[in-house]
Structures are given as C-alpha cells and as structure tokens.
C-alpha cells in the first residue's frame, strides 16, 4: 500500500519534470532570427525596357510594342520591348520550384495572352527561397506593376505607364529569404556558447538532470520505509 502510495506521489513530480523538457525542447529548436522566416531583402521592381534587361534582373516576357501589343516569351528575338524585374535575390524566370504564373501566352511569339491559365505556355516569376504572388486588378496597391491587360484570355498588353494602358493590371511581389516559416530548426551559433539554443540546451540538460535526481530520490526514500 505504501508503495503504491509513494508511486502516486512521485507522478506530479515526473509530469513536471515531462513538462520541463519539452518546454526547454521547444525552446530549442524554434526557428529564430533570419532563418525563422522568409523575408523581403528588397522590393520588386519591374520594367518594360529596349532589348535587354538590367545587371540584377530578369526577362519575364517581350512585347512587340509599349501599347496594343502581343507577347513572346522571354528567350526570344522577335520583339524588341522586354518585361524585366529586378530587386529580390534569388529572382528567376523558372515555372518550378517557388514561383508563380505572370501571365500565360497563346504561342511562343506573336501570342496573345490569359490571366485565366487558359494558355499552355507560362511567363513565370521565381526565387530561390521565399514567396512569389501574382495577382491581377485595377490596382496593383504594394505590388509591381508589370504590364496592363485587355482581358482575361485572347488579350492584348501595354505596359504600367498611364499612357494607353489597360485596365486590368498584372502584379507582383517576390521575397527572398532563408528558412520557410515553420522550417527546419536553427542550429547554434558556432561562434560560443552564448547564442539562446546554446543556453536552452543547457536548460534542457538541467531539467532532465533535476526532474530524474529528484524523482530518484522520492522513490528511494519512500520505498526504503514500505
């Protein structure tokens, strides 16, 4: 009966110690500083430029005119007005991975294009970590403009400059970043023992070290006297 008694007695005092180890556990292990998230390192910036795109940036498409025009895509040699954007780390033109669809085109060259998916071919915007929206509407609000549309599918483009625009606008936003949110842990800092996952694993150690020694103890002492 004492036994049973003492065991009772010692299961408050293991819960606490449990519940000791897993708050030190994720304490840890929780995402901390640049890796914890993805964050914006700059803004997006897009631009329907002659040719050739900028150090930095890439081709999205080309249209063959600044106004009423059609499309191509980004490698090709047709049209000499280019959609480059430029600003984020990391930013490509690559349909995989972290990316979004801009706009999707008819063909190849002398395309019209869709905001609707209703094309197979896709003008796509990428990074290597972070996020990447494309979003149409009246305005574009945070986001970068890249061209004006005539419609939702069989379309025309212009670009953003409030000369013969369109009025549904083609926008977006691309961040750069380490970790996605709720990645994988952050690993301690090799440069000493004073960065907070050093000082939780510590902790942790601690309170396993205390909850067991004590647990021991109670356990010890009650069981001598059964």
Avoid at 64 to 72: G, I, K, T, V
Avoid at 164 to 186: H, I, L, N, R, S
Wanted: aromatic letters at 8%.
């Amino acid at each position: 009966m004492r036994r049973a008694t003492a065991f009772a007695a010692l299961v408050p005092m293991l819960l606490t110690g449990l519940a000791a180890v897993a708050w030190f556990t994720y304490t840890a292990l929780e995402p901390s500083g640049s890796s914890a998230a993805a964050v914006a390192s700059n803004s997006l910036t897009c631009n329907v430029k002659e040719s050739a795109c900028g150090v930095g940036e890439v081709k999205v498409f080309r249209m063959s005119s600044l106004a009423n025009a059609h499309a191509e895509t980004p490698g090709g040699s047709a049209y000499g007005k280019v959609v480059c954007c430029g600003g984020v780390t990391g930013l490509g033109d690559s349909c995989s991975g972290v990316y979004d669809t801009v706009v999707t085109l008819s063909g190849t060259n002398n395309a019209h294009v869709a905001s609707d998916a209703s094309y197979a071919t896709e003008a796509c915007l990428s990074v290597g970590a972070g996020t990447v929206d494309c979003t149409y509407g009246d305005t574009c609000g945070g986001y970068a403009c890249l061209a004006t549309i005539s419609g939702s599918t069989n379309a025309h483009v212009a670009d953003c400059d409030g000369t013969d625009d369109y009025t549904t606008k083609v926008c977006c936003a691309a961040t750069a970043g380490g970790a996605p949110v709720g990645g994988v842990a952050q690993l301690p800092d090799a440069s000493g023992p004073s960065g907070p996952n050093y000082l939780a694993v510590a902790g942790l150690a601690a309170a396993l070290l205390v909850a067991f020694t004590a647990a021991a103890w109670y356990a010890r002492k009650r069981f001598s006297r059964g």
